[in-house]
């Protein structure tokens, strides 16, 4: 017999952790502790998780991100990655970290805004 464990008792614990998702990446994106690539990877997939419009301009931004730079390797899948393909990418890799980051700053300042005011007042 299979038996589904829900990590949460209701809809609105799980709504409230995928806010506390989009606020902790965006305070890290910030902060400089994660990448916007990867950053902006984790925020596009909370996009379709979370209870925002699907042309959430906020949200777009980190799709547009994602879309751009899905060809680059970024996080543990560089493992698998010869090294010096990685190093021929680098140049590349850090020019559209700063592009990122340019495009995706005031992005990250208004999720911040809207979801942990959200918490706020939860």
């Not at 902006?40 to 909370?46: C, F, M, Y």
Request: aromatic share 8%.
């Amino acid at each position: 017999m299979v038996t589904w464990v829900t990590q949460y008792a209701t809809h609105e614990e799980y709504a409230r952790s995928l806010r506390q998702q989009v606020v902790s990446t965006a305070q890290a994106i910030l902060k400089g502790q994660l990448s916007f690539l990867i950053g902006s990877r984790r925020l596009a997939a909370l996009r379709h998780e979370t209870d925002a419009a699907a042309d959430d301009a906020d949200f777009l931004v980190f799709v547009a991100i994602d879309s751009d730079t899905d060809a680059l390797p970024l996080g543990s899948v560089r493992e698998h990655w010869d090294q010096g393909a990685l190093a021929r990418l680098e140049p590349e890799i850090a020019e559209a970290e700063h592009w990122a980051s340019t495009v995706g700053a005031d992005a990250c300042r208004s999720l911040l805004t809207r979801f942990d005011e959200h918490e706020a007042n939860t």
